[in-house]
């Protein structure tokens, strides 16, 4: 080499211990070399995803401790010829946790207009049963004037309320497993998928127990 003056001028290019191994590492990836570069691992099910993950979480902590083993004896890393960590990605379970937060993001969009709509069912059958109160008066007179009390008045209307919850939780039920069937049908023949709109026995009893209670509060103040 030369320089501004033309007199040649010696040059030394060092390579530190760092930069040989990012060349080497990055002609193995570039397949330079016979040294693999990564394996790739199909499990056959998610029970052996599970187990294989386990394996490899437990292998990396015992590297963590061998190098931390090596740097407490040493003061650096310089030299450690260990095991050495493997990195990672769990292709299934990213994809299936972008699932499941697309899910829950959808499944708490239907949450809230389903509130929206147990809210407005409410104020209605409060209403209704006011309304009923209203017209009613003379039969309530008549049912004071021969010993009725109060009490037994209320809970004519609160008998009534809880019909009107009862008959509306069992026809929502009866609906939704008689409209589950065709929408099973209809995506069994789009996607192959059969029994995806399925209603448990135990959530359809706790519907019908939340619609009677709901009617039974809005009954309560007419």
């Given at each position: 080499?030369?320089?501004?003056?033309?007199?040649?001028?010696?040059?030394?290019?060092?390579?530190?211990?760092?930069?040989?191994?990012?060349?080497?590492?990055l002609?193995?990836?570039?397949?330079?070399?016979?040294?693999?570069n990564?394996?790739?691992?199909?499990?056959r099910?998610?029970?052996?995803?599970?187990?294989i993950l386990?394996?490899?979480?437990k292998w990396?902590?015992?590297v963590?401790?061998a190098?931390d083993?090596?740097?407490?004896?040493n003061g650096?890393?310089?030299?450690?010829?260990?095991?050495?960590?493997?990195?990672?990605?769990?292709?299934?379970?990213?994809?299936m946790?972008?699932?499941?937060?697309?899910?829950?993001?959808?499944?708490?969009?239907?949450?809230?207009?389903?509130?929206?709509s147990?809210?407005v069912?409410t104020?209605?059958?409060?209403?209704?049963?006011?309304?009923?109160?209203?017209?009613?008066?003379?039969?309530?007179?008549i049912l004071?004037?021969i010993g009725?009390?109060?009490?037994?008045?209320?809970?004519?209307?609160?008998?009534?309320?809880?019909?009107i919850?009862?008959?509306a939780?069992?026809i929502?039920i009866?609906?939704?497993y008689?409209?589950?069937?065709?929408?099973?049908?209809?995506?069994?023949?789009?996607?192959?998928?059969?029994?995806?709109?399925?209603?448990p026995?135990t959530?359809?009893?706790?519907?019908?127990?939340?619609?009677?209670?709901?009617?039974?509060i809005s009954?309560?103040i007419?």
């Amino acid at each position: 080499l030369g320089d501004a003056t033309g007199v040649p001028v010696q040059a030394e290019r060092v390579f530190s211990k760092e930069s040989v191994a990012s060349v080497a590492e990055l002609v193995r990836t570039l397949g330079g070399n016979n040294t693999p570069n990564s394996v790739q691992i199909y499990a056959r099910d998610f029970d052996t995803k599970d187990s294989i993950l386990t394996y490899l979480d437990k292998w990396n902590e015992s590297v963590n401790a061998a190098r931390d083993a090596y740097y407490n004896s040493n003061g650096d890393y310089d030299g450690y010829d260990g095991p050495t960590e493997v990195k990672y990605t769990d292709t299934v379970g990213v994809l299936m946790s972008m699932m499941q937060t697309i899910l829950d993001a959808i499944t708490y969009v239907l949450i809230a207009f389903t509130g929206i709509s147990l809210v407005v069912s409410t104020v209605m059958i409060g209403v209704i049963t006011y309304v009923s109160v209203v017209e009613r008066t003379k039969e309530i007179g008549i049912l004071r004037s021969i010993g009725a009390r109060k009490k037994d008045i209320k809970h004519m209307f609160n008998a009534e309320t809880f019909i009107i919850g009862l008959a509306a939780g069992l026809i929502g039920i009866g609906l939704a497993y008689f409209i589950s069937i065709f929408i099973n049908i209809a995506i069994k023949s789009l996607t192959g998928i059969a029994g995806i709109a399925a209603l448990p026995f135990t959530t359809a009893l706790i519907m019908v127990l939340v619609s009677v209670v709901l009617t039974l509060i809005s009954g309560l103040i007419p």
